[in-house]
């Protein structure tokens, strides 16, 4: 701090000619080969190896962590699923983790499958902070399973009524599927609309729940004694089946003709 006075106070410092080496764990895991395809929503068993190339003991724990990516490129990624690792691994170590994890139900393409060890960076390591992390050379191509398809093929329009009075409304749901059964408990809604529009500003008269498996090429017919309107006026009604979405009916237009007129 400059406390004593002196002629020179350059040479009040001086580095020393050889670096300090300090004895650091170094973890990193191996190239893995991954799937050529899954299928959405499928349990898949994933493995890895992890070394460590370093020059002391990785005490643990760590974690090992696995994600699903769209580019080659680590980060902003999906994850899978977790592995805490509980046991010291010795210098030129190696260990094999797995993991098994769901594959997200709303995916379809090409994924890479991400590993990464020493998610958080509990581990103080030396070397290349990079090879925590392999992405697999090759994707694996998400393929979206058959899916049961509802559609409302039917509604029955009330005759003119009394605004605010009951009336009943009937209509149609079928599984246009051919292979796979709706299975759960959805509600079937039916709005009131001035434009055969469905929107926020609609009139919900009532909703049906549906606790059942409709197998495919099957259909049922609904019906419910709710109000007209409170507003007096020209509506159409509309039926939405699966009004919720509890139902998985696919990424290529399964969710689309949920609504009819």
């Known amino acids: 701090s400059g406390d004593v006075l002196e ?17 650091r764990p170094d973890l990193a895991v191996s190239p893995f080969t991954s799937p050529t ?22 005490r643990p724990f760590w974690i090992d ?13 999906i994850l899978l699923g977790t592995q805490l690792q509980t046991a010291a691994l010795g210098v030129a170590g190696e260990y094999v983790g797995s993991a098994q994890v ?43 399973p058959p899916r049961a398809n ?35 408990f959805w509600f079937d809604r039916v709005a009131a609309s001035l434009d055969r529009q469905l929107s926020s500003d609609d009139f919900v008269l009532g909703s049906s729940a549906n606790p059942q498996t409709l197998n495919p090429q099957s259909g049922y017919t609904g019906h ?19 009004a919720t979405n509890t139902v998985r009916e696919g990424l290529s237009g399964g969710e689309d003709d949920n609504i009819r007129v």
């Open 65 to 77: 962590a696995v994600y699903l990516s769209t580019d080659a490129t680590f980060g902003d990624d």
């Open 7 to 23: 002629v020179n106070e350059s040479d009040n410092c001086s580095t020393g000619s050889l670096a300090s080496a300090y004895n």
């Open 37 to 58: 395809n899954v299928e959405a929503e499928a349990a898949v068993t994933l493995s890895w190896n992890v070394n460590n190339i370093g020059s002391a003991v990785a």
């Open 102 to 144: 769901s594959i997200p139900a709303n995916l379809e393409g090409d994924y890479y499958i991400v590993v990464q060890t020493d998610r958080g960076d509990r581990v103080i390591e030396s070397g290349d902070p990079d090879n925590n992390v392999q992405i697999a050379t090759v994707p694996t191509r998400i393929v979206q």
């Open 150 to 184: 509802l559609v409302v093929s039917d509604v029955v329009t009330p005759l003119p009524g009394l605004a605010g009075q009951p009336m009943t409304a009937g209509w149609s749901v079928r599984n246009e599927s051919a292979v796979r059964a709706a299975d759960g």
């Open 224 to 242: 419910g004694v709710m109000d007209y309107p409170s507003v007096p006026g020209d509506y159409y009604l509309i039926v939405v089946t699966d």
